[in-house]
Antibody, heavy 123, light 111 residues
Framework: QITLKESGPTLVKPTQTLTLTCTFS??????????VGWIRQPPGKALEWLAL???????RYSPSLKSRLTITKDTSKNQVVLTMTNMDPVDTATYYC???????????????WGQGTLVTVSS | QSVLTQPPSVSGAPGQRVTISCTGS?????????VHWYQQLPGTAPKLLIY???HRPSGVPDRFSGSKSGTSASLAIAGLQAEDDADYYC???????????FGGGTKLTVL
């Protein structure tokens, strides 16, 4: 059974850097083809993909946020960390991490999600 | 403005069949990338509903089905039930953006 859980601050000030940690179990991020991604959802709005790291340390970023994002993995701790610099009130959202499986039939989807963590950006 | 376009809302009575459309372009759905669907109940995380060519994860009823044609895809829900009242999102991959992309979401109301 795959589980993921996000952790980090619930409140950050404008211009600060946000650091979120995704701690997972039930799979290994050393397994071929597996990835962990971050997706966010502002209150009442749609889902937005942010970043993803693959088992081989291949990293992908949303083009619109690439300059502000860094994603890293620590396979010994079963964790993936996302940092986002220069936070702004428009970045207020629930942030989810999710598992992308290795699937020979189809690609680029998330089969397990964390519960999400609400991050509010306010002074 | 989402890369994939969904109707903001649809509704249906219990027992009816509804469909939710997802329109993309030649760099995502039209390029052959699969469309996946998620259900989000109020206050909860999204849950994978349909992936790839109409595959359902274990536990998802066969009342839910997906289809794709050209640059569009659809989610069909047959025999509507009260517990289907939720938000639904389509998702694919866009080669021009090199990004995972989502639709704007559709609120399904079971009357």
């Amino acid at each position: 059974q795959i589980t993921l859980k996000e952790s980090g601050p619930t409140l950050v000030k404008p211009t600060q850097t946000l650091t979120l940690t995704c701690t997972f179990s039930g799979f290994s991020l050393t397994a071929s083809g597996v990835g962990v991604g971050w997706i966010r959802q502002p209150p009442g709005k749609a889902l937005e993909w942010l970043a993803l790291v693959y088992w081989d340390d291949d990293k992908r970023y949303s083009p619109s946020l690439k300059s502000r994002l860094t994603i890293t993995k620590d396979t010994s701790k079963n964790q993936v960390v996302l940092t986002m610099t220069n936070m702004d009130p428009v970045d207020t959202a629930t942030y989810y991490c999710a598992h992308e499986p290795y699937d020979i039939l189809t690609t680029y989807y998330f089969d397990s999600w964390g519960q999400g963590t609400l991050v509010t950006v306010s002074s | 403005q989402s890369v994939l376009t969904q109707p903001p809302s649809v509704s249906g009575a219990p027992g009816q069949r509804v469909t939710i459309s997802c329109t993309g372009s030649s760099s995502n759905i039209g390029a052959g990338y699969d469309v996946h669907w998620y259900q989000q109940l109020p206050g909860t995380a999204p849950k994978l509903l349909i992936y790839g060519h109409n595959h359902r994860p274990s536990g998802v009823p066969d009342r839910f089905s997906g289809s794709k044609s050209g640059t569009s895809a659809s989610l069909a829900i047959a025999g509507l039930q009260a517990e289907d009242d939720a938000d639904y999102y389509c998702q694919s991959y866009d080669s021009s953006l090199s990004s995972w992309v989502f639709g704007g979401g559709t609120k399904l109301t079971v009357l």
